[in-house]
C-alpha cells in the first residue's frame, strides 16, 4: 500500500507561484504513471497534469504553460510547479499514483490533497 502526501498549498494572490510535493512511501518506480488532479467547490475532479511511465506527458488545457510536472524518483517525490497563478486555479490538489501490475492491470493510489487558493 503506498501512501502518499501532498505538501505546499497555500493561499497565494494572483499572478503568483507555488510548488506543490507529492512524497510517496515507498520506491517510485520509473513505470509507475503520476499525475496531478485537482477539484474546486462543485466541479468534478480534473486532471491537471499526467506523465506516463514512458516519460509521456499531458497538460490540462486551461494549465498549460503555467504548471509543470516533475519527479525525483530517487526521493520518491513528484512536483506541480505551478506559476501565474489565477483565482480559477483555487481548488483542492490530489497526487495520484498508478502502478501496472500486468498489461492489462494497474493499481492506483491517491493522497489526501492539499488546499489551493488564490486571491485576486
Known amino acids: 500500500q503506498v501512501q502518499l502526501v501532498e505538501s505546499g498549498g497555500g493561499l497565494v494572490q494572483a499572478g503568483g507561484s507555488l510548488r506543490l510535493s507529492c512524497a510517496a512511501s515507498?520506491?517510485?518506480?520509473?513505470?509507475?504513471?503520476m499525475s496531478w488532479y485537482r477539484q474546486a467547490p462543485g466541479k468534478q475532479r480534473e486532471l491537471v497534469v499526467g506523465?506516463?511511465?514512458?516519460?509521456?506527458?499531458v497538460y490540462g488545457d486551461s494549465v498549460k504553460g503555467r504548471f509543470t510536472i516533475s519527479r525525483d524518483n530517487a526521493k520518491n517525490t513528484m512536483y506541480l510547479q505551478m506559476n501565474s497563478l489565477k483565482p480559477e486555479d483555487t481548488a483542492v490538489y490530489y497526487c495520484?499514483?498508478?502502478?501496472?501490475?500486468?498489461?492489462?492491470?494497474?493499481?492506483?493510489?491517491w493522497g489526501q490533497g492539499t488546499q489551493v487558493t488564490v486571491s485576486s
Open positions: 506523465e506516463s511511465g514512458g516519460g509521456g506527458i
Open positions: 515507498e520506491s517510485i518506480f520509473s513505470t509507475d504513471e
Open positions: 495520484n499514483l498508478q502502478r501496472p501490475l500486468s498489461l492489462m492491470r494497474k493499481i492506483e493510489y
